[in-house]
């Protein structure tokens, strides 16, 4: 008995069903051109079925239990839909609506590992296909988010000295405002160090130019006066001998460490020289005559 209400309630179950869809207005289907839709909600809507449709999809391939075709076939038909939506979305821009591609940009792509790759034309498919979920683990793809070990290119020694500049030589180590000062500190010292030894030296000088008679310094500075005296005589007698000296190998005659040939010497080597050229000279044109009179013999001959 209870299987026979079942068997009613599902007759009229399906009854109502049929009843409930006949009331309703047919179910419109998406264009497939965007260009066919002149109302901008209808195609707001479009757009938005869509995305829904991209996400049922992008939720599916999340499945590691899915055969290689299976996860081929998704990425494909999301990848379609990706483009669909683009071609929406120029189309909502055209009838005056809003600018989705400005404000919902596209998200990177990133590898299994959640890094950001990017992958220009993987597969040859053609510029902006993507991989989505385990798809990224099929054969041949997992390549394209491998990154190649970086090598370490080495310099060379051009470009290292491309790198070189005037730094290098410390030629740029006064610029930084220390180490002026110093050397102007130490340049005032030591200038006035030898400013005042060559004053104490001149007046020494002077004073022993006086003092001097007989070859004999008097010892009226004492024996203190006297020595110095003596230095400085000795350090000016030293240059007077020293600029003589110079003067002296300056002036000195030159001295040939080869034998020289003379007049008479000169004068036999001209001559054996023109000799050989007017010989040469002889012999060249005596030789063209025998060459031509060969030639006009040859001539009688023929």
């Not at 965007?34 to 809507?45: E, T, V």
């Not at 609506?97 to 998200?107: L, V």
């Not at 007046?203 to 022993?208: D, L, S, T």
């Amino acid at each position: 008995m209870a299987r026979n209400e079942e068997k009613a309630q599902a007759l009229l179950n399906r009854f109502i069903t049929i009843k409930q869809e006949e009331k309703r207005k047919p179910r419109e289907r998406r264009p497939y051109l965007a260009s066919q839709c002149r109302d901008l909600a209808h195609a707001d809507r479009w757009r938005v079925d869509i995305l829904r449709e991209i996400g049922v999809k992008v939720a599916e391939i999340q499945n590691e239990g899915l055969a290689e075709h299976r996860l081929r076939d998704l990425n494909d038909a999301i990848n379609k839909l990706l483009r669909e939506r683009s071609h929406w979305e120029r189309r909502i821009l055209e009838l005056g609506g809003r600018d989705y591609s400005r404000s919902s940009n596209a998200a990177l792509m990133t590898d299994l590992d959640g890094n950001i790759v990017a992958v220009p034309n993987p597969s040859g498919r053609g510029p902006g296909y993507r991989y989505f979920g385990h798809a990224k683990n099929l054969p041949g793809v997992r390549e394209l988010f491998d990154k190649p070990p970086e090598v370490r290119k080495r310099r060379t020694r051009y470009e290292i000295c491309k790198r070189i500049d005037a730094g290098y030589y410390g030629y740029h180590d006064d610029e930084d405002g220390v180490l002026e000062p110093l050397e102007a500190a130490a340049e005032k010292r030591k200038r006035d160090e030898v400013v005042t030894e060559w004053h104490r030296v001149e007046r020494v000088r002077r004073e022993a130019m006086k003092n001097v008679v007989s070859g004999e310094v008097a010892g009226a500075g004492g024996r203190g006066g006297e020595a110095a005296a003596r230095e400085v005589l000795f350090e000016e007698v030293e240059l007077e001998v020293e600029e003589e000296r110079r003067l002296e190998e300056a002036g000195r005659e030159f001295v040939a460490h080869v034998p020289l040939p003379d007049e008479k010497e000169i004068e036999r080597m001209v001559l054996e020289k023109k000799k050989k050229e007017l010989l040469s000279k002889y012999t060249s044109d005596a030789l063209q005559g025998q060459q031509k009179e060969a030639k006009e013999m040859l001539n009688m001959q023929r």
